[in-house]
């Protein structure tokens, strides 16, 4: 991002200078023109719901759509000849056709919000016919969005109307860490301390959220005080240039098409994330350094030096390599350590951990594969233990808020109570870990679930009973924590637990052949939705033996 805006400043504005305007002016919207047609294809050929091209999200796509529409709409100084107006016309209503297949209503708001700057910017200018067909294709335009938000409330989305909740939990998370935030991209991290009942269906915690969904909220929850600060010092100063750079010749008539695709990403990051998408922040960053760069001729253009060759910046050389070091080791090192771990498509060896550890040393969850890649498949050894334990705590100490991370390292101690020291002490330092990881994520009941079968297995069936509790309090319709509840009873009261554990099978089984199959088909579903028929036998014949 750096050095696209750095490339904008040196360069001259993006689309102002314009004897090329109109080759620079398509080519935004050329590649937009390639994704609207990758997107029919997904639509027709493959009934794909709300399809993201090749971006990651459809709110990404369609803001890079709404950049390019604005652009499109926006870079010229006079009127076009009239065939260049018409190709323009049917090429706006092929991008606008993706945004309406994209389903974004930030996106729309986006589009909204940049449209009324080139309408405010240009007014004046418009003849009379010209301001009543803008308005009316404005009309037909929001008639158009109304029906496409209508077709997408009756399709497959079930979380259409969440955002006030996570927009809730995000402003709690900025509430509890007034001063500097959770930390720079830290947002998932700590956002399952602040999951919501999404209320609909047997589970309640199965839609798990781990961003903002807002960028103006994400800066406060993530840097504090400072990041509010800058928000709204953005917002002013945005403001500021809408209303007085033209008037100070800041801004040239032919910048409005980029003054409004920012405006329009800046609406829409409300609502969105889009600083999460490289595609909308690089343009938005060559955007921006574009309407910062010179309009006078460059010092290498006005001053030569002896040679004849022009010289340059020492300034500019500084943050070219400025950025390089930071290009290498914010970029390449994290993207080589990927390659050699999840990027390799296989189980990493101990070796190739131990490399990517040396790539990226930032990453905790790295630095706990290579914890556990020192327990072996048979018999857990103490100089096994002692490294894996020494690593998983060193990628504790990277990230101490992270849930994960906590229950992984729980699992380290659990296995070693269990085959190594079978006492007591080594009982409560995994339990520690496993009540940890519960404060950091309160909404999860796999953990507690987890935790309680590690009790059962060392003989504390109180404990095991408990662990079962806090899981149906957060599920309630919920099977495997009633399993367990039905075993734990069973070690802790012997044959007098019989009938309570029948009706706590009984209920799993039930839950286990009702419900929703398709939450079942999910990752969460399969853990909380299902019952383990080893388990199930297991606890039968334990009844049967007691009742002899």
Same mark, same amino acid.
């Given at each position: ?382 100089? &096994?233990?002692? $490294? #894996? ?5 060193? =990628?504790?100490?990277?990230? *101490? %808020?992270?849930?994960?991370? @906590? /229950? ?88 007098? &637990?019989?009938? $309570? #554990? ?5 209920? =799993?089984?039930?839950?286990? *052949? %009702?419900?929703?199959?398709? @939450? /079942? ?28």
């Amino acid at each position: 991002a750096g050095l696209s805006l750095l490339l904008g400043w040196h360069y001259k504005r993006f689309g102002t200078t314009f004897s090329n305007r109109a080759k620079l002016a398509w080519i935004l919207p050329a590649v937009a023109l390639l994704q609207v047609g990758y997107v029919l294809f997904r639509r027709l050929a493959h009934s794909e719901w709300r399809s993201a091209g090749t971006l990651f999200n459809p709110n990404h796509l369609a803001a890079w759509l709404v950049v390019a529409l604005l652009l499109l709409a926006g870079t010229r100084d006079r009127r076009p000849a009239l065939r260049v107006a018409l190709l323009q016309g049917v090429a706006a209503l092929v991008l606008f056709t993706g945004l309406v297949l994209s389903g974004s209503r930030g996106g729309f708001v986006g589009l909204a919000a940049g449209g009324a700057y080139l309408l405010l910017a240009g007014w004046h200018a418009l003849k009379r016919r010209e301001r009543v067909a803008v308005l009316a294709a404005a009309a037909l335009a929001g008639i158009v969005v109304t029906g496409a938000m209508v077709q997408r409330f009756q399709g497959p989305d079930r979380f259409a109307m969440h955002r006030v909740g996570i927009w809730t939990g995000t402003a709690a998370m900025a509430w509890d860490h007034p001063w500097l935030g959770v930390g720079p991209n830290q947002f998932d991290w700590n956002a399952r301390q602040y999951q919501f009942p999404d209320g609909e269906g047997d589970l309640a915690y199965d839609h798990l959220y781990s961003n903002s969904h807002s960028d103006w909220l994400r800066l406060p929850a993530e840097f504090g005080i400072p990041g509010t600060v800058f928000l709204a010092l953005t917002l002013l100063g945005f403001a500021w240039v809408i209303r007085k750079g033209r008037k100070s010749g800041v801004l040239p008539p032919s910048s409005a098409g980029a003054v409004a695709a920012l405006l329009a990403l800046l609406v829409q990051s409300a609502f969105q994330n889009l600083s999460h998408s490289p595609a909308v922040y690089l343009t938005a960053a060559a955007l921006i350094g574009g309407l910062l760069g010179r309009t006078d001729p460059l010092p290498s253009q006005r001053t030569r030096n002896r040679s004849g060759r022009g010289s340059v910046r020492p300034g500019s050389l500084l943050a070219c390599a400025v950025l390089l070091v930071a290009f290498l080791a914010a970029d390449v090192g994290p993207y080589l350590a990927y390659r050699l771990t999840d990027g390799a498509g296989r189980n990493p060896t101990r070796a190739e951990l131990q490399q990517a550890t040396r790539y990226n040393r930032l990453q905790p969850y790295i630095r706990m594969a290579l914890a556990e890649s020192y327990l072996p498949e048979g018999p857990l050894t103490l100089d &096994a233990y002692q $490294a #894996a334990r020494a690593h998983g705590e060193q =990628a504790v100490r990277m990230h *101490a %808020g992270d849930a994960e991370l @906590r /229950r992984r390292l729980a699992r380290i101690e659990a296995r070693a109570c269990r085959e190594l020291f079978q006492d007591r002490v080594s009982r409560e330092l995994a339990l520690e870990h496993y009540l940890a990881a519960e404060a950091l994520a309160p909404a999860m009941a796999m953990i507690p679930l987890e935790a309680g079968d590690f009790l059962l297995t060392v003989s504390d069936p109180q404990g095991a009973a408990a662990a079962a509790d806090r899981a149906l309090a957060l599920e309630p319709g919920s099977v495997p924590p009633r399993v367990l509840k039905a075993a734990a009873v069973l070690d802790r009261d012997g044959a007098r &637990a019989i009938p $309570a #554990a029948g009706v706590l099978l009984d209920e =799993a089984r039930a839950l286990a *052949a %009702g419900g929703d199959s398709g @939450r /079942r088909e999910s990752g969460y579903g399969r853990v909380m939705l299902l019952v383990d028929p080893a388990r199930e036998a297991a606890i039968a014949r334990r009844m049967a033996s007691l009742s002899e």
